[in-house]
């Protein structure tokens, strides 16, 4: 069966700082990869999803992640955080696209000024 | 835009009543999806429909039933309320095409069991 693990429940950085998320998976296949991001109040949105190809990908907001099959991982980055970054922030693994996903516990950044 | 349209942002029911959570998405999706989210457990899969009268069973199935009578629409059914159904529930769409990837989300629906 497949699972996520996001081992950072809350994260707090200063704005204009570097963001890193952790999301380690497992799956016993070339797993389909998404970060979602969910800020107070909203539903959930697709940052950038990772299938096949580059290993370092690119999303929306300025995010970028990285698939390491080795580690398995896939870890969200953002070189320099905004305000409104301040959100919750889901990894999930499919078997295929349209698949149903699993989704980690989780990740809350807050930004301090 | 792709839109999955929940009935209800906020819910209140008493323990042991029926409850009805609607959901409908415009975009033709072949997929459609409950999920309950709670504080540090993430989303978790209740139900899913990859087709009309179609379902499968989740992860955490006990205590829900679910309808798909049209394609558009996909309905999650408490029996009977209990408290710790108290949660927020997620419905989402999905392509089963290789031609898009990931879910469409609605806006949640907050039920509290009283």
């Known amino acids: 069966a497949q699972s996520v693990t996001q081992p950072d429940i809350h994260i707090t950085v200063s704005e204009g700082a570097s963001l890193e998320l952790r999301c380690n998976y497992s799956y016993g296949a070339t797993p389909y990869l998404f970060w979602y991001v969910q800020s107070p109040g909203q539903g959930l949105q697709l940052l950038l999803k990772y299938f096949s190809g580059d290993t370092l990908v690119q999303g929306i907001k300025g995010f970028e992640a990285e698939f390491k099959r080795s580690q398995s991982s896939f870890n969200l980055r953002k070189p320099s955080v905004h305000w409104s970054d301040a959100a919750e922030y889901f990894c999930?693994?499919?078997?295929?696209?349209?698949?149903?996903?699993?989704f980690g516990g989780g990740t809350r950044v807050l930004v301090k000024p | 835009d792709v839109k999955v349209t929940q009935s209800s942002r906020y819910l209140v029911k008493r323990t042991g009543e029926k409850v009805f959570l609607e959901c409908v998405q415009d975009?033709?999706?072949?997929?459609m999806f409950w999920y309950r989210q709670d504080p540090g457990l993430g989303l978790r899969l209740i139900y899913f429909?990859?087709?009309?009268?179609?379902?499968e069973k989740g992860d955490i199935p006990e205590g829900y039933s679910v309808s798909r009578e049209k394609k558009e629409r996909f309905s999650l059914i408490l029996e009977s309320a209990s408290t710790n159904q108290t949660s927020m529930y997620l419905c989402?769409?999905?392509?089963?095409?290789?031609?898009?990837?990931?879910?469409?989300f609605g806006s949640g629906t907050r039920l509290t069991v009283v």
């Open positions: 429909s990859y087709d009309v009268k179609m379902k």
């Open positions: 999930a693994v499919g078997a295929y696209a349209g698949n149903k996903l699993t």
């Open positions: 989402a769409s999905s392509e089963s095409s290789t031609k898009d990837y990931g879910y469409t």
């Open positions: 975009m033709d999706h072949e997929n």
